[in-house]
């Protein structure tokens, strides 16, 4: 158990509507990272959040929003969904920013039907 | 742009067959090669994090190497509870983003 945890592990919606998905980094990890798992493309990275605040940003589509919450946990919103949406969407945290080791979470499963 | 190149692309070996997975990498001014290992339906799990050319890590039967263009990571005498898919990543320059090779999966037969 890596610590990380992200809810819900699976998720199935229909074209067009909005999801989100939520992190809750391990105690103490200030950074959140979360990056899209599909068969093709591999691991890519989305967006970085340290301490509330947004740091960086990947390949993350328009419709594709996040936030960092006070409490630290973070939430991955996706909106007007279409099939190439469906994909595993991975949080990763680490202590600070400036990147050392991250520790993944179980992922969401997402798929768009 | 950062590149990763992992191969090869699946290995499969019998238990106690040593081997090594190839992580070749084109980066801009490294920060740290990361090796990880992903369970099927799983997140990535940490392995090691190699940041000079000419270092080496260990854990169990798995050791790490770097050289100024590409990572190693031996396996020795695998158990079949080491089959996963490993993946290498680097962070570069001042990127706040891992970036990821596709992966080796290795399966080790009994």
């Known amino acids: 158990d890596s610590g990380v945890t992200q809810t819900p592990k699976h998720l199935i919606t229909a074209t067009g509507q909005r999801v989100t998905l939520r992190c809750s980094p391990r105690?103490?990890?200030?950074?959140v990272y979360w990056y899209q798992q599909s068969l093709d493309q591999g691991l890519q990275f989305l967006i970085h959040?340290?301490?509330?605040?947004?740091?960086a940003k990947g390949n993350i589509l328009e419709r594709f929003s996040a936030q960092q919450f006070p409490d630290l946990h973070s939430e991955l919103n996706l909106s007007s969904l279409e099939l190439g949406d469906s994909a595993l969407y991975f949080c990763?945290?680490?202590?600070?920013?400036?990147?050392?080791?991250?520790?993944f979470g179980q992922g969401t499963r997402l798929t768009v039907v | 742009e950062d590149q990763v190149t992992q191969s090869p692309e699946a290995l499969r070996l019998q238990e106690g067959e040593s081997s090594s997975l190839n992580c070749s990498y084109t980066?801009?001014?490294?920060?740290?090669l990361f090796w990880y290992r992903q369970d099927p339906g799983k997140g990535p799990e940490f392995l090691f994090t190699l940041y000079s050319a000419g270092e080496e890590k260990e854990k169990e039967r798995l050791k790490a190497t770097l050289t100024k263009k590409e990572s190693f990571l031996h396996i020795t005498a695998p158990k079949p509870e080491d089959s996963a898919t490993y993946l290498c990543a680097v962070q570069a320059g001042r990127s706040e983003k891992l970036v990821f090779g596709k992966g080796t999966k290795l399966t080790v037969n009994p």
């Open positions: 980066v801009s001014g490294l920060r740290g």
């Open positions: 105690s103490g990890d200030l950074s």
């Open positions: 959040y340290y301490n509330g605040e947004e740091r």
């Open positions: 990763a945290s680490s202590v600070r920013a400036g990147y050392t080791e991250a520790f």
